[in-house]
């Protein structure tokens, strides 16, 4: 509530103190006497701060990043091995492509820039690495299924 005090060009101790609808205010009352363009300014102040905050916070909510586009990569590499050396040949693409979904919804990505990424370039990286890896492939399978596999049982 601002305090506007009435201007009547003489200097005086004694001053009527009134609200801005007019109504005169008990002496007893503390009462903050603050300009109305100084209120107005901490108003202005306040809002442009609330704003840039929110603005902010909204800015966290970017697209898949690269990071995040790797991991990806990573777990298609994980199903595609599953698939082609495991004897998962029963996995359908399309039961792959939900479960990659649904990881990034678990993880709150943002998949609009999907695009934009190699992703196939990234996967067949992925898929060289994790073949690559010097352990037998029975264990490797075995590791992978265990770790993965579960995914799967979300998106059905």
């Given at each position: 509530m601002s305090i506007v005090l009435p201007l009547t060009g003489r200097s005086s101790r004694r001053h009527n103190l009134i609200?801005?609808?007019g109504r005169r205010l008990a002496r007893s009352v503390l009462t903050f006497i603050f300009f109305k363009p100084l209120v107005e300014a901490m108003k202005t102040f306040f809002r442009t701060v609330l704003f840039g905050s929110l603005i902010a916070v909204c800015a966290n909510s970017y697209a898949l990043s690269e990071s995040e586009a790797e991991d990806m990569?990573?777990?298609?590499?994980v199903f595609v091995f599953l698939k082609n050396d495991c004897g998962y040949q029963n996995l359908s693409n399309g039961?792959?492509?939900r479960a990659l979904v649904f990881f990034a919804q678990q993880n709150q990505w943002d998949l609009?820039?999907?695009?934009?990424f190699d992703m196939k370039a990234l996967g067949e990286d992925s898929?060289?690495?994790l073949s690559g890896i010097g352990i037998p492939v029975a264990k490797k399978c075995?590791?992978?299924?265990?770790d993965s596999l579960s995914l799967l049982a979300y998106v059905k």
């Amino acid at each position: 509530m601002s305090i506007v005090l009435p201007l009547t060009g003489r200097s005086s101790r004694r001053h009527n103190l009134i609200d801005n609808n007019g109504r005169r205010l008990a002496r007893s009352v503390l009462t903050f006497i603050f300009f109305k363009p100084l209120v107005e300014a901490m108003k202005t102040f306040f809002r442009t701060v609330l704003f840039g905050s929110l603005i902010a916070v909204c800015a966290n909510s970017y697209a898949l990043s690269e990071s995040e586009a790797e991991d990806m990569a990573d777990l298609t590499a994980v199903f595609v091995f599953l698939k082609n050396d495991c004897g998962y040949q029963n996995l359908s693409n399309g039961q792959i492509r939900r479960a990659l979904v649904f990881f990034a919804q678990q993880n709150q990505w943002d998949l609009s820039n999907y695009d934009t990424f190699d992703m196939k370039a990234l996967g067949e990286d992925s898929y060289r690495d994790l073949s690559g890896i010097g352990i037998p492939v029975a264990k490797k399978c075995k590791a992978l299924a265990r770790d993965s596999l579960s995914l799967l049982a979300y998106v059905k």
